[in-house]
């Protein structure tokens, strides 16, 4: 039976995102948050391949204990079993130091066939975490993952996107997969399913509960690159388009503005 990991991350709505001018820091109290969506089509090519091949699906997040939330709404679509990572010292994290407890954790739970991840997430949008997460598992990698062809004798043989076409790989098990979301898209959960999920068990590690986590490889303390602050672009005045039906008029308006701007 195959062991299958998917990461999911709970994110904030990134539309109803402000930004505080005097700290440089989002704003994300009272922003309502919802599952990154490319996850959700990861989970939806890790349920098919377990529909397909038997299997049994792990969901794990780094987060908040409101992100809880995320993993139920996954164990309602597919999954069987779920991580939660939780705790102050786990804050301010990078790819870098996030990457490193999802390994330490997942590795409590036993070693995994196939792992399945979002290609970003809609609040960093780094690309990053897939390609550490394969080298921190020791996995092969397949990115743009279009469609999977057969998961057998420990290989996986996938069709995956490229900018000029696509092309079919293989690649021996441990692997790591990122989806295009063409042929995976996130499906609706039963009601069953729904109610089951609302009272699961989830498995919540902080830092004191997984095995030899090395607490300057966590958090700020791990994080390879720090953020000072962030800041809107500043725009451009806006444009004027001249159109009066006239091209002598629109030329004279031109003329005019440009001296009232003193360029000519």
Same mark, same amino acid.
């Not at 440089?24 to 090519?45: H, I």
């Not at 609040?123 to 997460?133: C, E, F, I, K, R």
């Given at each position: ?40 089509n ?14 049994? #699906?792990t969901?794990?997040?780094? =987060?908040?204990?409101? /992100?809880?939330? !995320? %993993?139920?709404? @996954? ?20 790819t ?13 739970k ?37 469609? #999977?062809?057969?998961?057998s004798d =420990?290989?996986?043989? /996938?069709?995956? !996107? %490229?900018?000029? @076409? ?5 690649a ?15 499906r ?21 509960d ?23 672009p ?10 009066? =039906?006239?091209?002598?008029t ?15």
């Amino acid at each position: 039976m195959l062991k299958i990991l998917v990461c999911v991350k709970q994110v904030p709505d990134v539309d109803l995102v402000t930004m505080d001018p005097e700290t440089g820091n989002l704003v994300r109290e009272g922003v309502p948050t919802l599952t990154n969506p490319l996850d959700l089509n990861a989970l939806e090519a890790a349920v098919q391949v377990k529909e397909r091949y038997g299997g049994e #699906i792990t969901l794990i997040t780094m =987060g908040p204990p409101m /992100a809880e939330s !995320t %993993l139920r709404e @996954g164990l309602a679509v597919g999954g069987d079993d779920a991580i939660l990572i939780t705790g102050r010292p786990f804050g301010g994290a990078d790819t870098l130091s996030t990457s490193y407890p999802i390994l330490m954790a997942a590795n409590m739970k036993g070693k995994f066939d196939l792992i399945f991840c979002g290609k970003e997430s809609l609040d960093g949008a780094t690309g990053q975490m897939a390609s550490q997460l394969a080298e921190r598992f020791d996995a092969s990698q397949i990115s743009c993952c279009y469609s #999977i062809e057969d998961v057998s004798d =420990g290989k996986i043989k /996938a069709t995956r !996107t %490229l900018e000029t @076409g696509k092309e079919i790989v293989e690649a021996t098990l441990p692997c790591l997969i990122t989806v295009e979301k063409d042929n995976f898209y996130g499906r609706l959960p039963s009601l069953k399913a729904y109610l089951a999920s609302k009272t699961a068990d989830i498995t919540t590690y902080t830092e004191n509960d997984i095995d030899g986590l090395d607490m300057n490889k966590i958090g700020v303390p791990g994080s390879g690159t720090i953020v000072p602050k962030i800041y809107p672009p500043e725009l451009p005045e806006p444009g004027q388009i001249i159109s009066t =039906g006239s091209a002598k008029t629109d030329v004279s308006k031109l003329v005019e503005l440009l001296a009232e701007k003193g360029s000519i």
